[in-house]
DNA sequence: ATGGGCACCTGGCTGC
DNA sequence: TGCAGCCAGGTGCCCA
């Protein structure tokens, strides 16, 4: 999936075409999401204006004269501005139309993503309302992290991937942010020195918005509301490149598994 | 409270 | 060529 960088990529590749814009209709051809979508939720949307769109963690939020969408792209998903006349794909399983003849149209191959309508403040919603603070908010810092990893046995990068600790690390930039603060991911939270932890927060930060800045990171199958891959890709320093040389110290990256996940680290440069 | 494992789903690649 | 097995940008839930 898209992590927090193509979300981002997305939410602003789509809000010229949504703000102010009046929706005309929704058609859910495939209401099988992670959630089935509610059967009214198609109801709830014509009519009302878009106000902005908005981005909390990996969730966007299109912003509603009344209520809000909580949109999340799961593991696969993409949105696109189309015309109204593009031939549908595959795995198409959603469309917003606007009064501009432009439509929203949502793809997602695994359906892991999905759609909520609330009325009700977003930032209650279940899947909202336990959230860790944003990572390029200024809470997130290396006294909020150490502060957090108190006595905790959990590896760093499990850690650091736990939406309850900071939001929008996933997979790719946990690895990356670790290497760049020259952390092993194998180290358990709590004995993190604090020194490390500033590393880490602004590590966490700036590959972020690196990445942001090149369009986000394609592997496989995202593409940006263009239709553009992102291309931080050729900048990362380990995810993916398990027996490469390491770009610093040219060491072969090694991968290993953690929570089901892979892990890339630099066992020279990561301690 | 914390940590670990499973589940959801499709597609692409590898190796026999 | 076919197919089984494995892997993939996420995350809520259940259990010990």
């Known amino acids: 999936m898209p992590e927090l960088p193509e979300v981002e990529t997305t939410r602003r590749g789509i809000l010229p075409a949504l703000k102010g814009r009046r929706i005309q209709a929704v058609n859910v051809r495939e209401p099988r999401l992670r959630w089935r979508v509610a059967a009214d939720f198609a109801a709830a949307l014509p009519g009302q204006r878009v106000m902005d769109v908005r981005r909390r963690a990996k969730y966007l939020l299109i912003v509603l004269e009344r209520g809000a969408v909580i949109w999340h792209l799961g593991m ?6 189309l015309t109204a006349d593009t031939a549908l794909l595959p795995h198409d399983h959603l469309d917003i139309l606007l009064d501009s ?6 793809n997602d191959p695994r359906r892991f993503g999905s759609v909520h309508y609330t009325i009700e403040d977003p930032a209650q919603h279940f899947l909202l309302r336990e959230l860790g603070p944003e990572p390029l908010d200024a809470e997130l810092n290396g006294a909020y992290l150490a502060r957090k990893a108190k006595g905790r046995s959990v590896a760093v990068k499990q850690f650091l991937m736990n939406s309850r600790v900071v939001v929008g690390v996933g997979n790719i930039y946990a690895s990356e942010a670790l290497f760049r603060a020259g952390i092993r ?5 709590g004995r993190v020195p604090r020194a490390a932890f500033d590393k880490l927060a602004q590590s966490t930060k700036d590959v972020l918005n690196e990445a942001i800045k090149s369009g986000g990171t394609t592997l496989r199958d995202y593409v940006d509301p263009d239709g553009m891959p992102g291309y931080f890709r050729q900048k990362l320093f380990v995810y993916e490149r398990a027996g490469e040389p390491c770009r610093l110290c040219r060491t072969a990256i090694k991968q290993i598994v953690q929570g089901q996940r892979s892990t890339y680290f630099c066992a020279s440069c990561q301690r």
């Open 101 to 106: 003849g432009l439509r929203l149209r949502f």
């Open 76 to 81: 696969s998903g993409s949105l696109r501005v």
């Open 185 to 189: 991911p194998q180290r358990a939270a």
